[in-house]
């Protein structure tokens, strides 16, 4: 059983309630647009759930006020990947066409469309173009390294992750952000790297920090140059 009502709360404002039968914990949540959700179990009593939202007023606040300062969403009209060109253009089509011209790939998008509409299918288009680009790219890479360097590993998987480049597990399952191929190819092959070496070192104490020093001499100037970028970000467009 699901009730669903809407509060409005002075300090705070409207909140959308869900009690529900299978929910088992109180949860609060935020969304892009500022609504405030709220989930409890079906028989929590009112007062308590009015207690439970005021104890996270100053979050709430916070968040609203990130969501409302938070630029809107802007995709580069062009995408570099690897020499790879990929462009953007509104034309007077109907429906987004896809056009070969030369080596560059371009997206032709109805000039109609809303800015908003615009940007999601730039941004469509852009995610089905690195994760073809990732799929095809990343994993022979890593298999050269790993030849070249002698650290073998079980297995390579292409995700698409929020905030972190790679990873390997305890059993050398290496997982590469497909954003990888983003990136300029000496910080992409530094990553690389880096997941290869927790073959052998799982941490990222002295000894790892010597054996990346030694494959890139240069490493605290990479490290510095990579923060520069994340995966979720553009980057230079071309």
């Known amino acids: 059983m699901i009730k669903i009502e ?11 309630l869900r009690k529900a039968s299978t929910t088992k914990n109180f949860r609060l949540t935020v969304k892009n647009n500022g609504e405030i959700l709220v989930g409890t179990p079906l028989r929590t009593r009112d007062k308590e759930i009015m207690e439970l939202i005021l104890s996270k007023k100053e979050w709430i606040l916070k968040s609203i ?24 253009r509104l034309s007077e089509t109907d429906k987004p066409q896809l056009a070969e011209e030369g080596n560059d790939t371009i997206l032709y998008l ?23 680009e990732a ?25 698409n992750n929020k905030t972190n480049w790679g990873s390997c597990s ?7 952000n497909m954003h990888l191929i983003k990136l300029p190819e000496h910080l992409m092959d530094m990553v690389l790297v880096h997941e290869l070496m927790h073959t052998i070192i799982p941490n990222h104490g002295d000894d790892f ?6 494959i890139f001499p240069n490493i605290k100037q ?13 980057g230079q467009p071309i």
């Open 209 to 214: 920090q010597k054996a990346m020093g030694k």
């Open 170 to 176: 305890a059993k050398g399952n290496i997982n590469l």
């Open 6 to 16: 809407k509060i409005y709360i002075k300090e705070i404002g409207t909140v959308t």
């Open 222 to 234: 990479l490290n510095k140059e990579m923060k520069k970028y994340h995966p979720h970000t553009w």
């Open 135 to 159: 799929k095809n790219i990343l994993p022979s890479r890593l298999f050269e390294w790993s030849k070249k360097l002698d650290l073998p590993y079980n297995a390579c998987r292409i995700k």
């Open 110 to 132: 109805p000039k109609t469309a809303t800015e908003e509409r615009i940007e999601d299918m730039k941004e469509h288009f852009y995610a089905s173009v690195i994760r073809m």
């Open 65 to 88: 006020n990130k969501q409302e300062n938070k630029q809107p969403k802007k995709i580069p009209n062009s995408l570099s990947i690897l020499g790879k060109a990929y462009h953007i």
